[in-house]
C-alpha cells in the first residue's frame, strides 16, 4: 500500500511544501492544521507516519503524541518545532517519537526520518496481522484441542494430560495432531512458540 504521511502543523505554507516533498517521494498525505482535526479525522489503516509541529493552535505535539494511543493511532511520530532544546527532545524521545527534528528541517533528514518511520510502521502493520492470522488459527480450535494445547505447551507428556483429562492417550494424540496442524505447528517446539505469543496478545479478544 502506499504510505501515508499526516501532516499537522498550522503553517499551511509548510503543509504545502511537505505535500510537494512527499508526493515526490510516491507518498500520500492528508494534513491537518490542529490536534482536534487530526483526532477526527478517518485513518485509514496504512503504513505511514504522522509528522507534527509541537507548538499547535489548541495544544503541542508532545501531548498528541501520549493522546494517540487511546484513540488508536499506533503510526510512528516525528516531532518537528522551531523551539527545540535538548529536555524538549528527551521527553519526545521516551514518549516513543521515532525522531525528532528542529525547524527548517533539512530535506534529507526529513526523508531519512520518514523513510524510517514508514518501515517501522511495515514491521507493525505485519505483526499485527501475523497475530490476527494466529488468534483466527486459535479460535478454529475445539476446546478439547485448546485443552490438550495448553497442557502440552506447558510441558505434560501425553499420557499425562489423558489422565488430567480423563481421556486414552491415543485420543490425546489425535486432539493433538489435529490442533498442532491447525495451528501450522510443525514440530512441538514451534507448538510452544506459539502458545508462547498467543499468551503474549495485547488484544485478549483476538483468542477470546
Known amino acids: 500500500m502506499t504510505p501515508l504521511i499526516h501532516i499537522v502543523d498550522d503553517d499551511s505554507q509548510l503543509r504545502e511544501a511537505l505535500r510537494g516533498l512527499f508526493r515526490s517521494m510516491?507518498?500520500?498525505?492528508?494534513?491537518?492544521?490542529s490536534i482536534?482535526?487530526?483526532?477526527?479525522?478517518e485513518k485509514p489503516d496504512r503504513?505511514?507516519?504522522v509528522l507534527v509541529d509541537v507548538r499547535l493552535p489548541d495544544g503541542n505535539g508532545l501531548d498528541l503524541h501520549s493522546r494517540m494511543a487511546g484513540h488508536g493511532i499506533r503510526?510512528?511520530?516525528?516531532?518537528?518545532?522551531?523551539?527545540?532544546?535538548?529536555p524538549m527532545s528527551v521527553r519526545a524521545m521516551k514518549a516513543g517519537a521515532v525522531d525528532f527534528l528542529t525547524k527548517p528541517v533539512n530535506d534529507q533528514q526529513l526523508f531519512d526520518a520518514v523513510v524510517a518511520a514508514v518501515a517501522r510502521d511495515r514491521r507493525r502493520?505485519?505483526?499485527?496481522e501475523d497475530l490476527a492470522a494466529l488468534g483466527r488459527r486459535f479460535a478454529s480450535l475445539s476446546p478439547r484441542e485448546r485443552q490438550v494445547m495448553a497442557l502440552v505447551t506447558a510441558g505434560r507428556l501425553n499420557k499425562q494430560v489423558a489422565a488430567e483429562l480423563s481421556l486414552s492417550e491415543a485420543t490425546i494424540k489425535t486432539h493433538r495432531k489435529s490442533a498442532m496442524t491447525k495451528m501450522?505447528?510443525?514440530?512441538?517446539?514451534?507448538?510452544?512458540?506459539?502458545?508462547?505469543r498467543l499468551h503474549r496478545l495485547s488484544d485478549a479478544s483476538l483468542v477470546a
Open 184 to 196: 501450522k505447528a510443525r514440530t512441538l517446539a514451534d507448538w510452544v512458540l506459539i502458545a508462547d
Open 47 to 49: 503504513p505511514g507516519c
Open 75 to 86: 503510526q510512528p511520530v516525528i516531532i518537528m518545532t522551531g523551539y527545540g532544546d535538548i
Open 26 to 33: 510516491d507518498y500520500e498525505t492528508m494534513e491537518h492544521a
Open 125 to 128: 502493520l505485519a505483526e499485527t
Open 36 to 41: 482536534g482535526t487530526f483526532l477526527k479525522a
